[in-house]
């Protein structure tokens, strides 16, 4: 770890794609952040903490021992998500940045970034057992999604709701910014006063690092009413919460 004092410590807890190669760009060089540091043995101790091989002081143990190691004031990875209860049981005083975008947009994101051939198998993996995609079959209007080896639109979705309902359920009021994934360099603002640092010390042309690479939309072959149908019964709530009085359906109105 570094000698110099930690000015603060904060953890992005973003969902895979939605911006957290941006969020930990921004703060850099100026700041000690890194996008999802050691995200392989992360993981790693997560899964044998579920299968009871690893124990709750085995993993807080790792934990500390992880923080210590790299000495981070920002740590922006989707497997923070994974260990968030830990990380609010260890540090009391961090700040967690939560990037939203709206469930359609990041379901289209998604899939793009699975036909781009940039998720590894190690990524794949992470995605079906997060995504819970063995309890989920192709429904008839999405022949198309199963076509193109595409998970069901449904997990896609309950996956998006889930995430940000257990994140807004756990992390408390006070500590939780959340920041729209397009919005993240007209937040800068934001976020300096939420972390309490100058708002020139963020460098705003990282703002949008890692672009998709496929463009064609995935979603538009599917019938409208049937995505649009299902996106509100899963996602409407949490919709309304994040954005309030921006209809699911404006997705169709907005260009690639």
């Not at 939420?194 to 599917?222: C, G, M």
């Amino acid at each position: 770890m570094s000698g110099e004092a930690r000015r603060f410590r904060a953890y992005c807890v973003g969902l895979p794609k939605a911006g957290t190669h941006s969020l930990a760009g921004i703060f850099q060089p100026t700041y000690r952040s890194l996008h999802e540091p050691e995200r392989i043995e992360l993981v790693e101790h997560f899964v044998g903490h579920v299968r009871k091989q690893v124990s709750d002081e085995q993993l807080l143990s790792y934990l500390r021992a992880r923080d210590e190691r790299l000495g981070l004031e920002m740590d922006a990875s989707v497997y923070n998500y994974l260990v968030l209860p830990q990380l609010l049981e260890l540090f009391p005083e961090a700040r967690f940045i939560v990037l939203v975008r709206d469930c359609l947009s990041w379901v289209e994101s998604a899939m793009r970034h699975s036909l781009g051939n940039i998720s590894t198998p190690y990524e794949m993996s992470f995605w079906r057992a997060w995504l819970r995609v063995r309890r989920y079959r192709h429904e008839p209007e999405e022949k198309v999604l199963e076509d193109l080896k595409l998970f069901p639109l449904r997990s896609y979705l309950e996956g998006w709701s889930r995430f940000l309902r257990h994140v807004h359920q756990l992390v408390p009021e006070g500590q939780l910014l959340a920041v729209k994934t397009l919005e993240i360099a007209p937040s800068s603002g934001d976020l300096a006063a939420f972390l309490d640092i100058p708002q020139d010390t963020l460098n705003l042309e990282n703002s949008h690092l890692f672009k998709a690479q496929v463009k064609e939309r995935v979603l538009e072959k599917l019938d409208q009413d049937f995505v649009l149908a299902l996106a509100q019964e899963t996602c409407g709530s949490v919709m309304d919460h994040y954005f309030p009085g921006e209809p699911i359906a404006g997705f169709f109105g907005t260009p690639s």
